[in-house]
């Protein structure tokens, strides 16, 4: 029974060692990159969907293209400094890392089921409703990061309430607001993981 005491002491101290360090998984690239597909898939859904709240599955589609796209970016940088370091720690952290945004994208995806089938007529909410469980996925997990990224998750819920409260009539489902939500928010926390993990450290 020591030995197993002893070793849980030493897992939770390890966990709580990577819960008060940065993580630097996250660059600047991966998540720029992310900005600018927003940017982009807002340009094509202008361009070929003009009445998106009749046509919300093609909406959606395309939005889930671009989700999964910056999802792999991130998760192929992720994966390859894990495999580049050889440091426990940060492989620590990187799960970490994941468990705590995880949930916030299990909300995202079972808030627009839930309202795609159940409740047709409030497809308006989702950019909003998107933008605001994204803040709270990045305030669940922004003590990894830098402690200016607390911004960067105040701005997603504040853009979110923004769309909600616009975001009807003419402009439901406007590819412009994720313009303004996801595509100036990731930009944002592009330049704040530039400032301050990347400037002054090179690529480490």
């Known amino acids: 029974m020591e030995l197993r005491d002893a070793m849980d002491q030493i897992d939770a101290i390890r966990r709580q060692v990577a819960r008060t360090t940065v993580f630097r998984g996250y660059r600047s690239v991966p998540v720029a990159f992310s900005g600018f597909l927003a940017i982009l898939t807002a340009i094509v859904q202008h361009w070929i969907l003009s009445d998106p709240v009749t046509l919300v599955h093609a909406y959606l589609a395309l939005w889930l293209l671009a989700a999964c796209a910056s999802l792999v970016a991130a998760g192929v940088e992720m994966t390859y400094r894990s495999w580049r370091n050889d440091q426990p720690l940060q492989r620590e952290l990187s799960l970490l890392a994941a468990e705590q945004f995880l949930p916030s994208l299990v909300a995202g995806s079972m808030l627009t089921t839930a309202i795609v089938r159940s409740a047709p007529g409030q497809v308006w909410?989702?950019?909003?409703?998107?933008?605001?469980?994204?803040?709270?996925?990045?305030?669940?997990?922004?003590?990894?990061?830098?402690?200016?990224?607390?911004?960067?998750a105040a701005y997603y819920m504040i853009a979110g309430g923004v769309a909600l409260v616009v975001g009807q009539g003419p402009y439901a489902l406007s590819p412009w607001l994720m313009v303004l939500t996801f595509g100036v928010g990731q930009s944002l926390a592009a330049s704040i993981l530039y400032w301050n993990l990347e400037r002054d450290h090179g690529s480490t």
């Open 125 to 152: 909410m989702l950019p909003g409703l998107w933008s605001i469980v994204f803040g709270l996925g990045i305030f669940a997990s922004y003590r990894l990061l830098p402690a200016a990224t607390f911004w960067v």
